[in-house]
Nanobody
Framework: QLQLVESGGALVQPGGSLILACAASGFGFDYYAIAWFRQTPGKEREGVSCIDNNDGQTYYSDSVTGRFSISRDNTKNTVYLQMDSLKAEDTGVYYC???????????????????????WGHGTPVTVSS
């Protein structure tokens, strides 16, 4: 079982950039696909980006394609989310989630579904405002 800790959230102006980090502890980080989701009050958790556990294939939601970039460093058990050209609608609490079975990876990374098999961190807040 993995334990995940997010960091890097902050207040940033529109057009600015942030780098979020998701640090994992526990066995077998290499075997997990890691995703970033975000949530605002009253709304469901929304998938943003994912990186798989095999060849490092990456996935992005339409709303962030071309602006966000996900990467992983398995030597540091950490996944990063580089966020550029930030907009007010990017505001929210950002959570990283981890799964390792193939079906859950399809749900989390392709369909952006929140499923019971996801291990979650506690989130880091991002506010984009002038």
């Amino acid at each position: 079982q993995l334990q995940l800790v997010e960091s890097g959230g902050a207040l940033v102006q529109p057009g600015g950039s942030l780098i979020l980090a998701c640090a994992a502890s526990g066995f077998g980080f290499d075997y997990y696909a890691i995703a970033w989701f975000r949530q605002t009050p009253g709304k469901e958790r929304e998938g943003v980006s994912c990186i798989d556990n095999n060849d490092g294939q990456t996935y992005y939601s339409d709303s962030v394609t071309g602006r966000f970039s996900i990467s992983r460093d398995n030597t540091k058990n950490t996944v990063y989310l580089q966020m550029d050209s930030l907009k007010a609608e990017d505001t929210g609490v950002y959570y990283c989630g981890a799964v390792h079975d193939a079906l859950s990876i399809q749900f989390m990374c392709v369909k952006w579904r929140v499923v019971d098999t996801i291990y979650w961190g506690h989130g880091t807040p991002v506010t984009v405002s002038s």
